[in-house]
């Protein structure tokens, strides 16, 4: 089987491959233009999918989708199990995300994000049968020190000690949710601020391992897909992810164990969502975040930011493009 990362002969420019995703991620911000704040998420989506998809198939790898978007009216649609690229170079297991955010997109908010995640063949973890998981994320302070299995006030104070600041300096980022009541405020009593995010919890996972962002923890319940996609981030960043699969009722729990996926407060690590650390992982802004700037139309030209990350080598690459509209919208 061909490495994704590790032979890096001219016969095998694997490097070379996340550059060519990002013009998968950016073709999807670009198609999602007309559509941001237009309250039309599906719309949205839609355009997203059809071009991420469109470009992947000119890609020079040999994907199957282990994350994707499911199959609508029959149509494939990156499907889970669907093959992608051209089918010549390395073997890779892909979870796509189009936009993570079709809300934030629709609203016209931060932090909507076009994103692809590649590794090694029958290294990333399928957890779709399971929609939610619990998360917790950090930098690489967090790395042996802070554990999903503790409670949050604790995991605060621990986190705090190793960065050497106080707790009220600690900022936790959390979706908005009526689930996250309780945990919000236990952040809260323990003397920690909040960011609260009404989606889009992968920008949120990478921005509390990034050396200089302004969270230090991302915590709470979002989707498995997102867990999976952010630990092969993470792998370049030398942060920390847990993750424990949280069934909504027993017939989703039914559904993992026919899986063969772990229940009942069973953690998995880093390692145990995708093994290794030859991932890629490449995001470019739909809308303005953190992590990236949005994608923006000026006169004749489109603007894009990407950020590519790589595990082999820990390094995280901005990329600002700017496209022709007249070969776009």
């Known amino acids: 089987m061909v490495s994704l990362t590790a032979d890096m002969s001219p016969l095998h420019p694997d490097r070379n491959l996340a550059l060519e995703l990002v013009r998968a991620t950016e073709a999807a911000a670009i198609r999602s233009v007309p559509f941001i704040g237009r309250g039309a998420k599906e719309a949205a989506d839609g355009a997203a999918v059809d071009a991420m998809r469109a470009f992947l198939t000119t890609v020079s790898f040999d994907g199957t989708i282990v994350i994707g978007e499911g199959e609508k009216d029959n149509a494939p649609m990156l499907f889970n199990g669907e093959s992608v690229g051209n089918g010549r170079g390395p073997q890779c297991d892909v979870a796509v995300d189009p936009i993570d955010g079709t809300s934030l997109t629709a609203a016209g908010r931060n932090n909507a994000l076009s994103v692809i995640a590649v590794s090694d063949r029958g290294t990333m973890l399928d957890a779709s049968s399971v929609f939610y998981m619990d998360k917790l994320v950090t930098g690489p302070a967090g790395v042996g020190v802070v554990d999903i299995r503790l409670p949050i006030g604790e995991n605060i104070r621990l986190l705090a000690k190793a960065l050497g600041k106080p707790v009220d300096e600690i900022v936790v980022s959390v979706l908005n949710r009526p689930r996250h009541d309780q945990l919000i405020a236990d952040i809260r009593e323990a003397g920690a601020g909040t960011r609260l995010m009404t989606d889009g919890d992968v920008a949120g996972g990478i921005n509390a391992a990034r050396h200089n962002a302004r969270t230090d923890m991302c915590v709470g319940i979002g989707g498995s897909p997102e867990g999976i996609v952010t630990a092969c981030a993470i792998k370049a960043l030398g942060g ?69 990350l790589r595990g082999a080598s820990g390094t995280l690459r901005r990329l600002s493009s700017e496209h022709l509209v007249s070969k776009w919208l």
């Open 240 to 308: 920390h992810i847990q993750g424990r699969l949280w069934p909504r009722d027993d017939d989703e729990s039914q559904r993992a164990i026919d899986a063969g996926l772990k229940i009942g407060g069973h953690v998995y690590e880093a390692d145990d969502m995708v093994q290794g650390s030859n991932t890629i992982f490449v995001a470019t802004g739909v809308t303005n975040g953190e992590l990236v700037a949005g994608v923006r139309r000026e006169g004749g030209y489109v603007y894009t930011e990407s950020v590519v």
